[in-house]
């Protein structure tokens, strides 16, 4: 849930005054329709004035992730808390995210995120993301600087908190200032620019089907359709189609990067101020601005439909490739926290990029044969900044395994300024599936990875 500037300069609505209508919840969320299954839900169900399920969400504190950008990344102002006061069950089914002023005028609210951080299309199939919610029920004035949303970040994002927007943000529901519109937007590549127009992202907006956004629950829903050729991505309120992206809008590493990771956890927030609704009706919130208004969550449905998913292989492959080959980095089985880029290095081809700390990259069925090998070299480049440095490093079998060798780097003079570094490994035979894994002290991306090979 970024900043939108250039996107919203022609989306600007008038403030309007909802009608006052009775809402009424679902019981729970409805089954899937033919086709589709169940991949997670929760229905919020539970006694009143208790917190979601510990099972199934985190809930965020403060003003920002540890290391990460100041007031989320997005200017909003208020102060997340777990009281019950900001976020709890209503007892009727729902969940009810609710932001508070104090008598000094600190704001306070809410925002969770799923503890599942795998929701990922499969393959030749679709993921669908759904939440029937009703947004905070206020308008006009009263509403300046409410910010509720229902989203999903690329799951490498955890962690790291710099690599934004690489790793990709489906925006399912947002809203500002009590707007009678939904927005839907997709934020990728690099900021600012980039493919997705950062900070704004690439977004549509339409006002909600029947009763407004604030005065009644609607449905919101995101598809990642695999199923097709080019890929899409889409989104609907009330199952009416209003935005739509497809693959070849996007330069390959582009959709690469967000996509091919391990899948997307799931938001939902009531904010404060912030970039967007600043943007429109700046500076929020005001003194007008009326707190107590909650956004009230019936559920939180992912389905699929299609597609299956194919297990990694519990033994290495035969004819695996060799240790004393030139193995390149992109070329993983599986990985958390990196993308890939094209790279300027002698050869061409692509590098991995965005590697920090607790990021890895697994290479199955690496052949090192009878003689052992006791050399690693790998081909690094890194931008990172004055005091910035971290372990490229090797394991064989499992990323709980120790070490086999390692060696630092900090700096190279740029992030496509490429050097071969060295490095001693225990004695090593046979067939293992390596991972490179990689450790800093800060939280900071310290390295990219070209290519690298074993010696003997």
Known sequence: ???????????????????????????????????????????????????????????????GYP??????????????????????LDGTGNLRITPRRDGAGNWTSARIETQRSNFKAPANGILAI????????????????YWPAFWALGSPYRGNYWNWPGIGEFDIMENVN???????????????????????????SRVCPGA????????????????????????????????TLSQNQFPADTWNNMTSHSGYFILLNVAIGGAFPDALNGPTPRPETVPGHPMVVDYVHVTSKGGGTTPPPTTPPPGGSSAYSTLQAESSQQQ?????????????????????????ALYRGIDFGSQAATQFTARVASGAGNGVSGLVEVRLDSRSNPPIGSFAVGNTGGWQSWRSVPANIAATTGVHDVYLTFTSGQPADFVNVNWFTFGR
């Open 67 to 88: 290391g990460g950008p100041a007031n989320w990344g997005t200017g909003e102002i208020q102060n997340y808390t777990n009281s019950t006061s900001n976020l709890a």
């Open 1 to 63: 849930m970024r900043s939108r500037l250039t996107l919203i300069a022609s989306l600007a609505a008038p403030l309007l005054i909802a009608a006052s209508l009775t809402v009424v919840a679902q019981a729970s969320a409805p089954p899937p329709p033919a086709g589709w299954s169940t991949v997670w839900v929760d229905d919020f169900d539970g006694p009143a004035n208790t917190l979601p399920s510990s099972a199934n969400w985190i809930i965020d504190t403060g003003h």
């Open 130 to 145: 759904e939440s029937r919610l009703q947004m905070p029920n206020v308008t006009g004035n009263a509403a300046l600087g």
């Open 212 to 243: 407004s956004c604030q005065s009644a629950f609607h449905t919101y829903r995101f598809e990642w359709d695999t199923s097709i050729s080019p890929n899409q991505l889409r989104w609907y309120v009330d199952g009416q189609q209003y935005h």
């Open 336 to 360: 958390s926290g990196t993308g890939v880029e094209t790279t300027t290095d002698t050869g061409g081809g692509q590098n991995l990029m965005q590697v920090g700390n607790g990021d890895w």
């Open 178 to 204: 009590g707007i009678n519109s939904v927005w839907g937007v997709l934020h990728c590549g690099v900021n600012p620019g980039g493919p997705c127009n950062e900070t704004s992202g690439l977004g549509a």
